[in-house]
C-alpha cells in the first residue's frame, strides 16, 4: 500500500525562481495537510484541504505561497518568487476525516528546498 | 491556545537502558495526541496515539505513552532502547485535522 508520496525529494534553486513542490495522498483520504519544518521553527502547520477546499491557510507565511488541491490525489505548493528564507524540508500529510472524527496524519518523506 | 512542550530538547541514553521522553500540552478540552518519531532524512512515521479510553497506550517499535489529564502530559517510555532507536521525537496535540508539534527531542543512543 503506497503512502504519501512527494516530489521532487530535493530541489536546489536560485533565488527569485518559481518552485512547485507535489503530494500525492493515500488513497481513500480526504484530508491533505502542508508542513514546513526547519532548525529556527520547528514543525509549522502552512495549510489544510478537506474533501478538496482549502479549510486553513492561516500558517501560509506570505502570498508568495499558495497552494492548490485540483482533485482528490492530487496537491500542489508553489512559492513564487523564492526566497533563500523558503529554504526548509516541506512534509505533505493526508488522513481520514468523518464526521467528528480526525483520524491519524500519515507523512510523506519531504522534499528538501534550498534556496540560493 | 494550545501549545506543546518538549523540555528535553536533547537526551543521550545507553543501549539497553529505558527511556522516558516528557510531553507538557495546553489546550482547551479533550486533545488527540501523538508521538512520532523521525530518523535523519526521513518523514515522521507515527508510534503511537491516543484519543480516549485506556491512559496508557501501546504504540509500535515496544514504545508506550501515559495519559495523565491532572499533569497534562502524555510521556513516551521505552524499557529497553536499541541503537535503532536514536531519531528525534515529536510530541503532537490537537484535534479536527490541526495538529500543533512540540520542538522535538534528539535522542543519542550509545554503546
Known amino acids: 500500500d503506497a503512502g504519501v508520496i512527494q516530489s521532487p525529494r530535493h530541489e536546489v534553486t536560485e533565488m527569485g525562481q518559481e518552485v512547485t513542490l507535489r503530494c500525492k495522498p493515500i488513497s481513500g483520504h480526504n484530508s491533505l495537510f502542508w508542513y514546513r519544518q526547519t532548525m529556527m521553527r520547528g514543525l509549522e502547520l502552512l495549510i489544510y484541504f478537506n474533501n478538496n477546499v482549502p479549510i486553513d491557510d492561516s500558517g501560509m507565511p506570505e502570498d508568495r505561497f499558495s497552494a492548490k488541491m485540483p482533485n482528490a490525489s492530487f496537491s500542489t505548493l508553489k512559492i513564487q518568487p523564492s526566497e533563500p528564507r523558503d529554504s526548509a524540508v516541506y512534509f505533505c500529510?493526508?488522513?481520514?476525516?468523518?464526521?467528528?472524527?480526525?483520524?491519524?496524519?500519515?507523512f510523506g518523506p519531504g522534499t528538501r528546498l534550498l534556496v540560493l | 491556545a494550545q501549545s506543546v512542550t518538549q523540555p528535553d530538547i536533547h537526551i543521550t541514553v545507553s543501549e539497553g537502558a529505558s527511556l522516558e521522553l516528557r510531553c507538557n500540552y495546553s489546550?482547551?478540552?479533550?486533545?488527540?495526541l501523538f508521538w512520532y518519531v523521525q530518523s535523519p532524512g526521513q518523514g515522521l512515521q507515527l508510534l503511537l496515539k491516543y484519543f480516549s479510553g485506556d491512559t496508557l497506550v501501546q504504540g509500535i517499535k515496544g514504545f508506550e505513552a501515559e495519559f495523565k489529564r491532572s499533569q497534562s502530559s502524555f510521556n513516551l517510555r521505552k524499557p529497553s532502547v536499541h541503537w535503532s532507536d536514536a531519531a528525534e521525537y515529536f510530541c503532537a496535540v490537537g484535534s479536527w485535522g490541526k495538529l500543533q508539534f512540540g520542538a522535538g527531542t534528539q535522542v543519542v543512543v550509545t554503546p
Open positions: 500529510a493526508s488522513s481520514i476525516k468523518s464526521g467528528t472524527s480526525q483520524e491519524t496524519q500519515y
Open positions: 489546550y482547551g478540552a479533550t486533545p488527540y
